[in-house]
């Protein structure tokens, strides 16, 4: 069977092909598959499939959210009910939610640094916890080994402010991963207590900046839930699912979700007075920009993610045996799309012989296209009318 395809005779006179960009604001479409494949990463960990044994559902696991710590007072909706510190009662939706009380006194460059450590203090957390954990089930970091696994995955969050934090799932296992069952020992409050002592005990030293030398750790708000617990939101009950989609909805976000600020990186300083973002946010970024100058810094690579606030770390990521990858999942996709559309056109069990030449023709809409998005956009003050037919 001879096929032909032509890239002109298409409806957008090109070949249209996935960007993969995992942001909303990017691209919604790519964006949505990616949250979907982190849904179904994370809940295989939960309660198994995707070639993790349903076993996993039966072991120690937690929900853990870890913070930063603080860089100066800034306006927030307390949860006692009274007043920010500025005599205001925000709305949940205020601008001024996360921007410092006093922006020349926040300290910005600790925020921007601390971003960029925040990966390499979540390594040394993991392995803190490996050591209490063991420490609790009385067993030594080679023993430990031979009798249980600690497996997590995580995702990383922009607060208002600015700053990175993490939502984890944390599961104890045997020593064979999810494919053996744990140790008597192993319990969601021994898991959730040692999680509590790491995360106090660990810190990353930082830089030495103009004689202020700056020590990187956790902020003191951890919260840790049993998953099937009933203190989740409300009362309502800490499911695989509830954890799963809450994960994977940040799977898609960046600093531009929560501060305003960009998702794309600069390639000048000069762009910022042109941008349309918060002034939080411009000074975030600045900061970056002007510390990623400095040669002591330069391993950082602060230039190159200052639209990022300085973190540069994966969104997204899990210890290698806690459930599949999204590398699986893609190819799993990709080979049903294969099988779908062999079964439609139904080929000869014959040679194929392919000869095709592609042109990268861009990223995004074209003109024609932006022009047809926007006339199909409902004029101001006109989305609620109704249509007759």
Aim: hydrophobic share 40%; aromatic share 8%; charged share 25%.
């Amino acid at each position: 069977m001879l096929q032909h395809l032509d890239s002109s005779a298409l409806p957008a006179g090109q070949l249209l092909v996935r960007c993969n960009n995992r942001r909303t604001t990017r691209c919604a479409a790519c964006a949505e598959v990616y949250r979907r494949d982190t849904f179904q990463l994370i809940t295989a960990g939960l309660r198994g499939g995707k070639g993790t044994p349903e076993r996993v559902a039966a072991h120690p696991r937690v929900f853990a959210t870890f913070t930063a710590p603080g860089f100066g007072p800034v306006h927030n909706r307390r949860t006692d009910g009274r007043a920010c510190r500025c005599g205001i009662h925000h709305d949940q939706d205020d601008d001024a939610l996360g921007t410092p009380l006093d922006p020349d006194t926040y300290d910005y460059e600790a925020a921007v640094l601390w971003n960029a450590h925040a990966g390499a203090l979540w390594r040394r957390f993991s392995i803190y916890l490996r050591r209490e954990v063991a420490k609790r089930a009385g067993l030594s970091q080679r023993r430990f080994r031979d009798h249980a696994r600690v497996s997590f995955a995580k995702v990383a969050e922009y607060q208002k402010r600015g700053a990175v934090h993490f939502h984890a799932v944390i599961r104890i296992d045997g020593p064979g991963g999810g494919d053996t069952p744990p140790p008597a020992w192993a319990t969601s409050g021994l898991l959730t207590d040692a999680i509590e002592t790491a995360a106090t005990k660990v810190r990353v030293d930082g830089p030495t900046l103009d004689g202020h030398t700056h020590t990187f750790t956790f902020g003191r708000q951890l919260d840790v839930r049993t998953i099937r617990s009933a203190d989740f939101n409300d009362g309502q009950e800490l499911t695989e699912r509830a954890v799963a989609a809450y994960i994977a909805k940040y799977a898609t976000k960046g600093a531009e979700t929560a501060t305003g600020a960009l998702d794309r990186p600069l390639k000048f300083a000069a762009e910022l007075a042109q941008l349309d973002i918060s002034d939080h946010a411009r000074r975030l970024i600045r900061t970056a920009w002007t510390l990623g100058a400095r040669k002591d810094l330069e391993h950082l690579r602060l230039r190159a993610w200052a639209h990022m606030l300085g973190f540069r770390g994966h969104f997204s990521t899990k210890s290698r045996r806690y459930s599949t990858t999204l590398g699986a999942l893609r190819d799993a996709r990709a080979e049903w799309r294969r099988a779908h559309t062999a079964a439609a056109t139904n080929p000869q069990p014959d040679t194929t012989y392919v000869l095709a030449h592609w042109v990268f023709a861009g990223t995004g809409l074209s003109a024609a296209e932006t022009w047809l998005a926007a006339s199909l956009e409902p004029a101001p003050g006109t989305e609620g009318e109704p249509t007759h037919g």
